[in-house]
Every structure is written in C-alpha cells, then in structure tokens.
C-alpha cells in the first residue's frame, strides 16, 4: 500500500464506479458493491495525498 500513488487509487476509483453504471441494470447488488469500493479507493487516494504533502 506505501508504493501505490494517490493517482492509482483515482483511477482505480474512476474504473469502478464505470463499472458499477453499466452493471446497475443486470446485478444491483454487484452495482452498490463497486460504488462503495469507488468510494473508498477516492477516499484512500486522498488520504494518500495528504500524507504524501507532508
């Protein structure tokens, strides 16, 4: 996790919550998962650029 940038949590993010709008109609479960991951790989990449200006 130390070697992993903020712009790969962001992109990592981006790439599920895409995932998670074409998916929303075959498998709603699926859907509400990968909108919490995007959610938490954002939140992890901002923690990542906070730690990493200091």
């Known amino acids: 996790m130390k070697n992993i ?3 790969t949590f962001y992109f ?4 599920s919550f ?3 709008n074409v998916l929303k ?3 709603l479960s699926i859907y509400y998962i990968l909108l919490v991951l995007g959610i938490v ?3 992890l990449g ?3 650029r906070i730690r990493s200006n200091r």
């Open 46 to 48: 901002v923690l990542k």
């Open 18 to 20: 895409v995932l998670a």
């Open 25 to 27: 109609d075959k498998n």
């Open 12 to 15: 990592a993010s981006v790439i």
């Open 41 to 43: 790989l954002f939140f």
């Open 5 to 7: 940038s903020a712009l």
